[in-house]
């Protein structure tokens, strides 16, 4: 009897440990997203890391669900002319916007995910803005892909 008790105390601290770890794999570095939001209006400037795109859009839309917007990507597209580079702006309108994350298991044993948290811009042609981290072991994380956009994004909800 005194085994099974034993057995269930560890089992049960056992997941409380695993729940919190569990936790700090999921949980993103914080954006403070006053400096993108304004209203009704947001406005990502040129050079706005990844991450903080999808934790302004995380924090106005708690759901995975499309939203319906009013926005565009204005930014600068580079192309090959005659052996030279040649730079014009392009504008990308969207009116419909959601998030997503989607972990893999990058090891056997579950203590690495590969996590993608994605935007999505509807529009035509449609964009996605992808921000990746890496989990290793407890509260090991590395970002992967964090780049900055090129262009400013604005959109009205």
Not at 117 to 135: M, N, W
Request: net charge negative; with cysteine; aromatic share 14%.
């Amino acid at each position: 009897m005194c085994k099974i008790g034993f057995f269930a105390v560890v089992l049960v601290a056992g997941l409380l440990i695993s729940c919190e770890n569990a936790t700090a794999f999921r949980s993103l570095p914080e954006t403070d997203t006053s400096l993108f939001v304004d209203g009704d209006t947001v406005t990502f400037q040129r050079g706005t890391v990844a991450r903080d795109i999808y934790n302004t859009v995380a924090y106005l839309f708690d759901d995975n669900e499309w939203h319906y917007v009013t926005g565009a990507w204005n930014r600068i597209r580079t192309a090959t002319v005659d052996g030279l580079p040649q730079q014009t702006w392009e504008s990308v309108p969207f009116t419909r916007i959601r998030h997503d994350t989607t972990a893999v298991k990058t090891n056997p044993n579950n203590t690495g995910y590969l996590y993608t948290h994605t935007v999505f811009l509807y529009g035509t042609p449609s964009r996605e803005i992808i921000f990746r981290r890496q989990t290793f072991n407890v509260n090991q994380v590395t970002e992967r892909t964090n780049q900055p956009i090129e262009g400013d994004i604005t959109f009205t909800f």
